[in-house]
């Protein structure tokens, strides 16, 4: 018997409702994420719409961060102290808990994105992978022989400092650290340093240049310190900008300085790819959560 | 029927071969790394002496590296590309199997030194472990839920680039990359920094503050990439500068930003720590991947 799931992607901009199963999205709403009670009503009642109906086993969420994802603490599936207004505390996972009686699981919307993409998309067969996204903020999810880490809280990959480029003052645009990855990297950083949206300014515009050096130091920790088979880079700013992953990945062998080997043309064009799945990386990983929620509940 | 294990940990200026059991090392022998064919030789030699003795089960070897630890590989157990002169592609696990009829692992020396802080020292019962060396190098090892983190190759933690303390110009040592982590926070890099052996630097001495705030960047960066429960800090440089950790500590919610919640002084002590098993870490983690090798081989 196929069974049938529900996923929610919270993002910080919108919200993505999917009723399918991984691989297969069937049926999908849009709409923007606002208040946490009117997002998360919307989300419930989409889902309910589709219990009523039979079509509903289990539920995931892939939520922005940062959010409590380890199941033994009190306030799990609680949103942290997040800059987006009203969210800091929102109890996401039991909202939607109270409404469905049904399996559920949550994780970050960055590891379940990276779930996707090693399950059927850019990422499969890979020990390690790192999923970045690169958009209205930068957050990176990672996956270890096909399971999320968490750790104390997960990864915030989206908020190391970097190694700036000589030269470059752009002060960075990020509320709690200025020059993060995020402060230096997302939608709106763009904005603020080049003065104009990015997709204004020309692929051989040489203001390019320090942020593909801003995105190549990322990737050099991060193969330095996760020794990763695949990054996949998603999100709005490098979808939307291909030039980018190129001249980011022909800065890694003098960053990485000879210290690893295979570090050629096309050893680094498939450690660092976009996205096989596109913006359903993330539905596709609620699915993912889905299926594993009922999988662990053993009614398979 | 108790089983009696040999370890070799390989260091890059010294190698100690023990025998024992996990937590209970009988016997040590140590003597300098020179070349790879002298310093595996007489490794062997003391293993094979305990062999005839009846006194061994299996081996394990803590390596600096880079070295290859994937078994698929045609290179498995291989040195890679090390500044280290003469140990470029030296066969380390080939020359000691040949030698040995036993079963076998090989790891790096900082993986295994988590291996032991994770078994029975300060990273008890901790999902997410970091186990970082700053003596005359600097390395890194990562356990998840006890088990290695290896990826494409294992972490090089010790080559990650770092922002820079404002008015710090020091350009670091390493032949690679100048002011990575290693090239800024190893033993001869602080000799390079201060000018003098930093024994006769004192504690309060403000050029500490440059190594301070390099070694925070780094925790910092663990801290948002891996999220790990513990950090231990061992290696001669933390071992004998007592004030380093303190001081390191005390910078790192100034870095965190307020991100993430609970980084109270007292979260700090439990999350960056001292190794409880000094020195023994490397060679009790040989011990346990000689363990792991016996086990492996079904022989338990």
């Given at each position: 018997m196929t069974r049938t799931f529900g996923g929610i992607e919270l993002g910080g901009t919108k919200t993505v409702v999917v009723l399918g199963q991984p691989g297969a999205i069937r049926e999908r709403e849009e709409f923007p994420t606002t208040t946490p009670d009117e997002t998360l009503s919307r989300a419930v009642k989409t889902l309910l719409h589709w219990r009523e109906h039979g079509l509903l086993d289990a539920a995931g969420i892939a939520s922005f961060g940062p959010v409590r994802v380890a199941p033994e603490a009190a306030d799990f599936g609680t949103m942290l102290d997040t800059p987006k207004?009203?969210?800091?505390?929102?109890?996401?996972?039991?909202?939607?808990?109270?409404?469905?009686?049904?399996?559920?699981?949550?994780?970050?919307?960055?590891?379940?994105?990276?779930?996707?993409?090693?399950?059927?998309?850019?990422?499969?067969?890979?020990?390690?992978?790192?999923?970045?996204?690169?958009?209205?903020?930068?957050?990176?999810?990672?996956?270890?022989?096909?399971?999320?880490?968490?750790?104390?809280?997960?990864?915030?990959?989206?908020?190391?400092?970097?190694?700036?480029?000589?030269?470059?003052?752009?002060?960075?645009?990020?509320?709690?650290?200025?020059?993060?990855?995020?402060?230096?990297?997302?939608?709106?950083?763009?904005?603020?340093?080049?003065?104009?949206?990015?997709?204004?300014?020309?692929?051989?515009?040489?203001?390019?240049?320090?942020?593909?050096?801003?995105?190549?130091?990322?990737?050099?920790?991060?193969?330095?310190?996760?020794?990763?088979?695949?990054?996949?880079?998603?999100?709005?700013?490098?979808?939307?900008?291909?030039?980018?992953?190129?001249?980011?990945?022909?800065?890694?062998?003098?960053?990485l300085g000879g210290y690893l080997r295979d570090c050629t043309h096309a050893a680094l064009e498939r450690l660092v790819v976009p996205p096989a799945l596109g913006d359903d990386a993330g539905p596709m990983g609620s699915l993912i959560l889905a299926e594993q929620a009922l999988a662990a509940k053993g009614a398979n």
């Open positions: 207004p009203g969210w800091a505390g929102a109890p996401v996972l039991s909202f939607v808990a109270e409404a469905l009686s049904l399996p559920l699981a949550i994780d970050t919307d960055v590891n379940a994105a990276a779930l996707a993409e090693y399950g059927a998309g850019a990422a499969q067969g890979c020990p390690v992978v790192v999923y970045l996204t690169i958009g209205t903020g930068v957050g990176g999810g990672v996956l270890l022989n096909g399971a999320p880490l968490h750790g104390m809280l997960h990864p915030e990959i989206g908020h190391v400092r970097l190694r700036r480029m000589a030269g470059d003052a752009f002060p960075g645009i990020c509320r709690f650290h200025g020059d993060c990855v995020e402060g230096l990297l997302s939608g709106p950083a763009l904005v603020a340093r080049f003065g104009r949206h990015p997709g204004e300014v020309e692929a051989g515009d040489r203001v390019w240049d320090a942020v593909a050096h801003d995105l190549a130091e990322v990737l050099a920790m991060l193969v330095l310190t996760l020794s990763p088979q695949r990054i996949v880079v998603g999100g709005g700013v490098t979808n939307r900008q291909p030039h980018l992953l190129p001249a980011t990945r022909s800065r890694l062998p003098h960053i």
